[in-house]
């Protein structure tokens, strides 16, 4: 099965319904605020056979917007059980003890560090989901509705499940008292948006660095959350070469990249799932081979970086 990073997975919207809070995609809810009909549209002109909406391999962008998901639709419902279809997504668990820690507890609130969510779990546990390449909450209220490739569902007292969906099962799901302590366990760099956000400390961590700057940026140790498609806009808002070398990096430059972080963080986790509302100056709506730079005209290019691709303007980021 080969399955191109762009069309990861997806909602149908064959059967667009209205909730109360929400609304409901073929009987999956999205929060109203992060659905619109435009962006149907949108992706029905991409794929015009299926009408389907679809999702980004999962970044901070999308980590993001599925904690703005699961704060709209699962906080605070007891959960009644949890069904474990595939153990091979849980990391250092049974899924005796899964069951176990979440019999009777709600989520009550959570919170995201890069790639990676927690859902607090009643008083002392933590949920902590990774969305791999294909990875997605899916919140449904029938059976009927459940999603393709649930690895984990919980199904709530009230009669509604939150299933992790993951069709390549690169995703996991474990579990934490403490996520400061899962944190560093991990070794994760800081948050990208969260914990950057004085030039100062991004200084200081590219201090003595050395490796190529868009290998350096997906590096999750490095700092958490950027991944392909952010670190590629980044690095063509800053107009600097994907492969460029972190010691050649003058401070101004080093500035750059930091307000582009920012900016191209921000910017994404506005829009995400509606994607067509990331602005036409972005390289994201030209990130395929031979598109035109949107800033100079020149054919965009894709090249190896470390085991990555890279897509970006010759002219504008040149080496
Ligand atoms: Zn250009």
């Known amino acids: ?23 409901a995609v073929n009987g999956q809810y999205l929060p109203a605020a992060h659905f619109q009909f435009k962006t149907m549209l949108f992706f029905a002109k991409l794929k015009p056979a299926r009408n389907q909406l679809l999702f980004f391999m999962p970044e901070l962008p ?13 906080l605070h419902k007891p959960i009644q059980r949890t069904r474990v279809h595939n153990p091979e997504v849980l990391r250092d668990l049974s899924s005796q003890k899964l069951q176990s820690c979440l019999k009777g507890v709600a989520f009550e609130s959570t ?29 449904y209220k029938t059976e009927d509705h459940t999603p393709d490739y649930p690895r984990a569902i919980m199904d709530f007292e009230n009669g509604a499940h939150l299933a992790f969906d993951c069709m390549r099962m690169l995703g996991n799901i474990s579990l934490t008292t403490d996520r400061e302590h899962f944190l560093k366990d991990k070794k994760l760099g800081p948050d990208a948006l969260r914990d950057l956000s004085d030039p100062e400390t991004f200084l200081r961590l590219f201090e003595d660095k050395r490796g190529m700057i868009k290998t350096t940026l997906m590096d999750q140790h490095f700092i958490a959350g950027i991944g392909n498609v952010c670190s590629d806009e980044i690095l063509f808002q800053s107009m600097m070469h994907p492969k460029k070398n972190i010691p050649t990096l003058g401070e101004n430059e080093l500035r750059t990249l930091h307000e582009n972080v920012a900016l191209v963080l921000e910017t994404y986790v506005e829009a995400v799932p ?34 990555r691709s890279a897509y970006y303007c010759p002219d504008c980021q040149s080496r």
Do not use: W
Not at 278 to 294: A, V
């Open 62 to 74: 999308e980590v993001r917007y599925f904690k703005k998901y699961i704060d709209a639709t699962s």
């Open 274 to 307: 509606e994607y067509e509302t990331i602005p036409d100056s972005f390289l994201f709506n030209y990130r395929s081979e031979g598109k035109e730079c949107p800033r100079c005209g020149t054919a965009v290019e894709k090249i190896p970086v470390g085991s």
């Open 1 to 23: 099965m080969l399955i191109h990073e762009h069309s990861a997975f997806s909602y149908y919207v064959d059967g667009l319904m209205t909730g109360s809070q929400n609304k």
């Open 111 to 139: 919170y995201a560090h890069g790639k990676y969510l927690f859902l607090q779990a009643g008083k002392s546990c933590q949920l902590v989901l990774h969305f791999g390449m294909t990875g997605r909450p899916v919140y």
